[in-house]
């Protein structure tokens, strides 16, 4: 610094005192400042004041002398704590040099802007939240920073930045969450804990609705609960808890719809406690949102139908991904079989009836197994979007058809999801049989090759499947003959049988076997389809009919009434 130049209305002792290696000199420069501009303030002087700081930001704080930038930090605060009330006209010029300074590679520099930007905030109180995000920029930075003095210093700092925005009511919430948006993703885990420190806080105020704006921290939240520090998961545990509270205390105000894709991912990952934190969330957004969560359904189902299958280690999320197969399946109805014009939707505004919730299933479930191969479980575009909780909702069935395919076809997939897939298909065809027979061509192969399975309550599920099919009348065609096709044309000589007995099979009116079906049960072409697919699986398949032969066609005579089939 050249000692030549006139830093006027700084005196040359205090230029002095300022650039002094010692820092009890350079305090005592600070007094004489704080003397200094506060006979400007007297004089109401703005001028000579802004000189001031001008001259301690630019000749002092951004030198390149460390000692010269620890005198600018000090004189700064000394000009704040002079100014009292009137520094919030100067905040800016005040603050920025300073949180330049936190990025100075001398850690005690960094420790004494820590040290001014406390005295500073402490001075202007509510004036300094204009500037909040700086702040809080800057904040984030030293949460992370290696020296514990500095870390410390900057706990002090955040700690009375935190006590300001409690206390006051003009905080721009809106013009902050980019920012929270973007630092949410840091990997540092001091970062990541103060970022949760100060979603806590602001959760926290009444007069901040952060709720609001979840559906742009959310996934940053779920991404910070696998952290591999335990405090920090419990943090993240502790908000994430708060905000579904405040979810189920007012749901009419959530964006369910722009939250559903983000359960989806997290409830398909492989840490427990993302995993069994996503499924609960997922639990209660089906509960509360209700038919707002449909047009998401084969998302939901991709991530929930593997966990069915889950054994006694993840117990806990099996049973809440239950709950969410059950309740999102009560959510179709006879309405979803309309022609494909969305119908607006009222959100439900009420907590769910505990008495809706079905039992839980019973039973040995092996390990997820395989993972289909579909674009399902892979990323975000899979799924409609829906940009507000009362937009029209649809049923996108070729969606829950591809994924219930796919879950059924995956030989590695457990019992327990297999049979859950059943259940689905066979709702779908009592709800919803005529959209559904568009996919049963694509679906019929599987069906007929599920019979083989070693699980006879898979079985079971699938014949019931079967004969909804065979006796709905969404099925008829104006011809109930042989239908064509390479798959299914059978010469009658082959299989030997009569003219009469496919007659009869296919008009016969019983009803015997039936009667838990809503259906028609006038046999339509699908039965034919079916035994005729049984008799060449049988026929190919000599040890299938030896061991599940009497157990597959007692069920299959009762869909056709008893009448004997062939002769």
């Known amino acids: 610094m050249n ?22 000199k350079r305090k005592v420069a600070a007094l004489e400042i704080e003397k200094l501009v506060r006979d400007f303030v007297a004089q109401n002087n703005t001028m000579q004041i802004k000189h001031v700081i001008q001259t301690l930001s630019q000749e002092f704080a951004l030198s390149q002398h460390p000692h010269s930038r620890k005198g600018g930090l000090i004189g700064l605060a000394a000009c704040s704590i002079a100014l009292g009330k009137d520094s919030g006209l100067y905040l800016k010029e005040l603050i920025e040099p300073v ?92 970062a990541r804990q103060f970022i949760i420190s100060w979603i806590l806080v602001l959760v926290s105020v009444p007069d901040i609705n952060l709720l609001d704006y979840l559906p742009e921290i959310l996934d940053g939240l779920f991404q910070i609960l696998g952290d591999n520090g335990k405090e920090i998961r419990k943090m993240c545990e502790v908000v994430l808890g708060e905000f579904l509270k405040e979810i189920k205390k007012n749901p009419s105000s959530v964006k369910f719809a722009e939250m559903a894709n983000i359960l989806v991912i997290h409830c398909q990952t492989t840490d427990d406690l993302i995993q069994l934190t996503a499924m609960c969330w997922m639990r209660e957004f089906i509960q509360l949102a209700g038919r707002v969560m449909l047009p998401y359904s084969s998302g939901i189902l991709t991530a929930v139908l593997p966990c069915l299958a889950y054994d006694d280690r993840k117990k806990s999320i099996k049973e809440v991904a239950n709950v969410c197969n059950q309740s999102l399946m009560k959510l179709v109805t006879p309405e979803d079989d309309e022609p494909d014009e969305p119908k607006p939707v009222t959100q439900r505004q009420t907590e769910p009836n505990p008495e809706d919730s079905l039992p839980k299933q019973e039973g040995t479930a092996s390990g997820p197994g395989g993972s289909c191969d579909s674009s399902f479980g892979s990323g975000i575009s899979v799924f409609t979007s829906a940009s507000t909780d009362r937009a029209p909702v649809t049923l996108h069935l070729d969606g829950i058809v591809q994924v219930l395919n796919c879950h059924l076809s995956d030989t590695a997939i457990g019992m327990m999801t297999r049979i859950a897939v059943l259940k689905w298909l066979y709702h779908l065809y009592i709800k919803t049989p005529r959209k559904m027979f568009r996919h049963t061509d694509s679906l019929f192969p599987i069906l007929l090759q599920t019979l083989s399975d070693e699980s006879d309550e898979v079985v079971l599920k699938d014949l019931e499947v079967l004969a909804e099919i065979a006796s709905s009348p969404a099925g008829q065609t104006d011809d109930p003959g042989a239908p064509d096709g390479p798959d299914f044309r059978v010469s009658h000589s082959e299989l030997q049988v009569h003219t009469s007995s496919r007659a009869n099979m296919l008009t016969a009116p019983s009803t015997k076997g039936l009667e838990c079906s809503p259906s028609t049960p006038t046999m339509n072409s699908y039965f034919y389809k079916f035994m005729i697919n049984l008799l060449q699986t049988f026929s190919s398949e000599r040890k299938l009919l030896e061991a599940r032969g009497p157990f597959i066609i007692s069920p299959s005579f009762q869909m056709n009434g008893g009448l004997p089939l062939l002769s």
């Open 3 to 24: 000692p030549e130049k006139d830093f006027a209305p700084l005196t040359p002792n205090i230029v002095r005192a300022l650039n002094d290696k010692l820092y009890e």
């Open 99 to 190: 949180l330049t300074c936190f990025n100075d590679a001398d850690s005690r520099l960094r420790y004494y802007a820590c040290e001014a930007l406390y005295n500073i905030v402490k001075v202007a109180r509510g004036a300094v939240l204009p500037h909040f995000n700086v702040l809080f920029d800057g904040l984030s930075k030293l949460a992370a920073d290696p020296d514990p003095n500095v870390k410390s210093g900057s706990e002090l700092l955040d700690r009375l930045l935190k006590d300001i925005v409690t206390e006051s009511n003009k905080f721009d919430l809106v013009g902050f969450i980019p920012l929270l948006r973007e630092r949410i993703y840091s990997n540092n885990q001091y």
